[in-house]
């Protein structure tokens, strides 16, 4: 049996003490006595005697322990021309000032802070912030419209929201505070007081509940970290779900900080004082584990780059970011590598910058692509590792974990399950099916630490969501398979979840905002493939009877409507209006049939369909195909 089996198998077989044994890793107030908690089953909660500090173990147990000097995070941003560090120490001074802010501004334990910035390093010093005071952060990704931060306020009630007066895309200097100042009008739940870090490409102009950055932290006395119950939540963050109400992911202290540290060594090879260069931001999940938390729990050091893969200025730009921090272990999405390579095909750049400290690239976010995989393998000549994970696992579930035993790769599968994750595939009647057959890919139960324990304040929604469908079981909302060497293939989901450029986005909110337009009668929202972005949306409407107004302008207003309520990441460029939307004879739309045929595919037409005539008028739209440009 090699490594990796006999790790997978104590993981599962003696989960108690392959767990406890890990968080021997972890600096403890008070050492947990046991691992798992099962007497709340289905809801299983991990360490649950276990008291610690997560900001403790980031940051300051490495001062401690002699580290101060070595640079805790790096911040490179081609976009406003700024690179700087933060040695251990320099963070700790910062995190332990900005934690003192919020606790003079009332924040306490448990109270959360809703954190909406574009990729500065004070993004993480206010994470790292709440962690230390034991608050509950919540960042949303900056691309998101007010409505969609307003919802999301409305949830996590904070006390305190800290932003920043613009974020950078590309060349465009967005403003950021119109948009908070319009989601807090929109939401019914008030904060009391907002932190704007100024930034000089765009200033905002301060309220009177608002404080600056600067003047706040000048006057602040540090603060020391608060240990708090392992169970205790650190974070939520909102990820799309089927409908317009996004899922409130908790995640734990404990469970996450020992699940990270263990993931740093086991699967992605990063120890103290090596250099991790996420390229992802710190809204999404990648940007919570592997910018922000798990590098800094080992004593790495972590990138924070604020920049895109191309145009910034260039498709040279993580080259070079690579080659300046002698990065080990870079991490990104296969967009980012496609769009690299659709401006420099034979990736050209890569001979201006010394890449021989890199040593791996995992890809994660969404499916990769084998052609992407030969590409990036050929240039780099290095392992190309792709892994399959999710904003509620926190940390991946299926992985080739070059920290243990680096395996064969298959292009087109992430490889097998990691130590603490028994994946199967079933069928709708929940029997697994037999090697290389299609199903719904679950997780048996429990979950590994670091995964979520709950959705906030909604354990029936964590229930009927995620653990109803499969008794005992973890529904991942992916399909795919397991082959007869057991590397698990992800082929895709199994709901209204898209994947568009590696984000996350769901299309019954794109529905949902579609259906406020006061011209449309019904309308459906679908996922295509494309070269680029791997997924982006199409929507199609029915207008409502009467209505007389000119396709080609309500089309251009819905693009605009749902740019607006959802935000630009949402990438829905392209709706149409069309007569009718194709249905079974229970009124269901038949998305995955549009998908289907939008796709190319040899889509057989369901037997259940009310009017074949509407999927045949439709086809011809469907087939217009608009690749990003
Ligand atoms: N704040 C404000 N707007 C944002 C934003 C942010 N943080 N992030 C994206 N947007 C905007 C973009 O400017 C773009 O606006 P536009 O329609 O006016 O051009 C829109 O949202 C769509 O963004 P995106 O899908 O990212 O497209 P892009 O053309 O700007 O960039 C890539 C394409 C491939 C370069 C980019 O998506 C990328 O780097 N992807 C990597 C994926 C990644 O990091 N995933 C995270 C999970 S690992
Ligand atoms: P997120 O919660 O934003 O991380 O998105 C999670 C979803 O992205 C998963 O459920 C998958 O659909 C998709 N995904 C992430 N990583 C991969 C991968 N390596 N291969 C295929 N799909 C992936």
């Known amino acids: 049996m090699g490594i990796y089996e006999r790790a997978w198998r104590a993981s599962t077989e003696a989960p108690e003490s392959f767990w406890l044994k890990a968080a021997e890793s972890i600096d403890w107030d008070v050492p947990p006595s046991r691992a798992l908690d099962p007497s709340d089953a289905p809801l299983y909660r991990w360490f649950p005697d276990g008291r610690l500090n997560?900001?403790?173990?980031a940051v300051d147990r490495h001062v401690e322990a002699g580290r101060g000097e070595q640079v805790a995070l790096i911040y490179d941003s081609p976009v406003s021309g700024v690179r700087s560090t933060y040695t251990y120490a320099q963070l700790k001074d910062e995190v332990a000032a900005f934690a003192g802010v919020l606790a003079r501004l009332g924040v306490g334990q448990g109270d959360r802070v809703l954190i909406y910035m574009p990729m500065v390093p004070e993004a993480a010093i206010a994470m790292l912030a709440c962690a230390r005071i034991g608050a509950v952060h919540s960042v949303v990704f900056g691309g998101f419209a007010p409505h969609e931060l307003a919802v999301r306020i409305d949830d996590a009630n904070p006390k305190v929201i800290v932003s920043a007066s613009c974020g950078i895309e590309g060349n465009r200097v967005?403003?950021?505070?119109?948009?908070l100042d319009r989601a807090i009008e929109l939401a019914l739940h008030k904060h009391?007081?907002?932190?704007?870090?100024?930034r000089p490409q765009a200033r905002a102009e301060l309220g009177p509940d608002d404080l600056d950055w600067s003047d706040a932290i000048a006057g602040a006395s540090p603060t020391?970290?608060?240990?708090?119950?392992?169970?205790?939540?650190?974070?939520?963050?909102?990820?799309?779900?089927?409908?317009?109400k996004p899922k409130g992911v908790v995640r734990d202290c404990g469970g996450y900080a020992v699940a990270l540290h263990w993931s740093m060594g086991a699967v992605y090879d990063v120890g103290p004082g090596e250099t991790m260069f996420t390229a992802s931001d710190v809204g999404w999940v990648v940007g919570h584990s592997y910018i922000v938390y798990a590098p800094l729990l080992?004593?790495?050091?972590?990138?924070?780059?604020?920049?895109?893969?191309?145009?910034?200025?260039?498709?040279?730009?993580?080259?070079?970011?690579?080659?300046?921090?002698?990065?080990?272990?870079?991490?990104?999405?296969?967009?980012?590598?496609?769009?690299?390579?659709?401006v420099d095909p034979?990736?050209?750049?890569?001979?201006d910058h010394d890449l021989s400290h890199l040593r791996y690239l995992?890809?994660?976010?969404?499916?990769?692509?084998?052609?992407?995989?030969?590409?990036?393998?050929?240039?780099?000549?290095?392992?190309?590792?792709?892994?399959?994970?999710?904003?509620?696992?926190?940390?991946?579930?299926?992985?080739?974990?070059?920290?243990?035993?680096?395996?064969?790769?298959?292009?087109?599968?992430?490889?097998?399950?990691?130590?603490?994750?028994?994946?199967?595939?079933?069928?709708?009647?929940?029997?697994?099916?037999?090697?290389?057959?299609?199903?719904?890919?679950?997780?048996?139960?429990?979950?590994?630490?670091?995964?979520?324990?709950?959705?906030?304040n909604d354990d029936d929604r964590f229930v009927a969501s995620y653990l109803s469908i499969f008794d005992g079981y973890y529904l991942t909302g992916d399909s795919g398979y397991i082959d007869h060497d057991g590397y698990v293939f992800v082929m895709g989901r199994t709901d209204d979840v898209i994947n568009v450029a590696g984000h996350r986005l769901s299309t019954g909110s794109m529905e949902e905002a579609l259906a406020t337009h006061p011209d449309v009668a019904e309308c459906a929202v679908i996922g295509v493939a494309d070269a680029l972005k791997g997924q982006v949306p199409r929507g199609f409407v029915v207008l409502k009877a009467g209505t007389r107004r000119e396709q080609g302008e309500v089309e251009a207003e819905l693009v605009h409507l749902v740019r607006e309520r959802i935000?630009?990441?949402?990438?829905?460029?392209?709706?149409?209006?069309?007569?009718?939307?194709?249905?079974?004879?229970?009124?269901?739309?038949?998305?995955?049939?549009?998908?289907?045929?939008?796709?190319?595919?040899?889509?057989?037409?369901?037997?259940?369909?009310?009017?074949?005539?509407?999927?045949?008028?439709?086809?011809?739209?469907?087939?217009?195909?608009?690749?990003?440009p």
């Open 346 to 351: 034979k990736g050209a750049l890569t001979a």
């Open 567 to 628: 935000g630009a990441v949402a990438a829905l460029k392209d709706v149409a209006v069309v007569a009718a939307l194709p249905k079974t004879r229970s009124g269901k739309i038949l998305r995955k049939t549009m998908r289907g045929i939008a796709d190319g595919l040899d889509e057989p037409i369901p037997s259940t369909i009310e009017d074949p005539s509407v999927i045949e008028a439709l086809r011809p739209i469907l087939g217009r195909r608009r690749q990003t």
């Open 298 to 342: 080992v004593g790495a050091t972590t990138v924070l780059y604020e920049g895109k893969p191309v145009g910034t200025p260039d498709a040279g730009q993580f080259w070079r970011v690579a080659a300046d921090y002698r990065v080990k272990t870079m991490f990104t999405a296969p967009t980012a590598f496609r769009a690299i390579r659709k």
């Open 362 to 456: 995992f890809l994660a976010g969404e499916r990769l692509d084998p052609d992407t995989y030969h590409w990036a393998n050929a240039l780099l000549g290095i392992p190309v590792i792709d892994h399959w994970w999710q904003t509620e696992t926190g940390w991946p579930i299926v992985a080739n974990p070059v920290g243990l035993e680096i395996a064969p790769v298959k292009p087109g599968s992430p490889t097998r399950p990691l130590p603490g994750w028994d994946v199967r595939v079933f069928n709708a009647a929940g029997e697994a099916v037999p090697a290389g057959v299609e199903g719904a890919i679950v997780v048996k139960l429990p979950l590994p630490p670091g995964s979520l324990p709950t959705l906030w």
């Open 174 to 179: 967005i403003p950021y505070k119109p948009l």
């Open 192 to 198: 009391d007081k907002t932190v704007i870090l100024q």
């Open 54 to 57: 997560v900001c403790f173990n």
């Open 224 to 244: 020391d970290c608060v240990p708090i119950p392992a169970t205790d939540p650190l974070y939520i963050l909102y990820t799309s779900g089927t409908t317009g």
